[in-house]
């Protein structure tokens, strides 16, 4: 009686370990399909190698990646909303400041470039940068400020 009672627990034993290598082995394969699944940060390189996720953006007046809101000149949204995030433009220069670039929220295009005109103003269709005052104009309207 006791050899089987012994006997009986051993196997119980046994197939208790078993279930329980036959988990570990089950979670270790879904943890390595999530992290698979994932893109680990810095993984997102776009077609110029600039890293979105570490804040990198393609500037064509560069022609090299930047972190914008390092090198560039935050400029406000003149008008706000209450309650909402303020999402800023960002201009930045060349070296011998004869044209602009502008790096506009929510926008279809990665950034525009803008020319120094006779007045010291920077323009592109409907843009304007007047670097005395700061202000980014659209449209003939000020549109983004430095505060």
Not at 16 to 31: G, P, R
Not at 84 to 90: D, G, K, L, P, Q
Request: charged content about 25%.
């Amino acid at each position: 009686m006791k050899k089987v009672f012994i006997t009986v627990i051993s196997m119980l034993a046994l197939a208790a370990c078993n279930n329980n290598a036959q988990q570990q082995d089950t979670a270790a394969a879904d943890s390595t399909a999530q992290a698979q699944e994932a893109p680990a940060t810095g993984g997102d390189r776009d077609e110029h190698g600039c890293i979105p996720s570490a804040g990198q953006s393609w500037s064509q007046l560069r022609q090299e990646c930047v972190q914008i809101f390092e090198v560039g000149t935050r400029l406000d949204p003149v008008e706000k909303k209450e309650g909402e995030a303020v999402i800023s433009a960002f201009v930045l220069f060349n070296d011998d400041r004869s044209k602009a670039e502008i790096f506009l929220p929510n926008s279809d295009v990665e950034s525009i470039i803008l020319d120094k005109a006779a007045d010291g103003t920077y323009k592109a269709d409907r843009y304007a940068f007047n670097d005395a005052e700061q202000a980014l104009y659209v449209d003939g309207k000020k549109a983004f400020v430095k505060e």
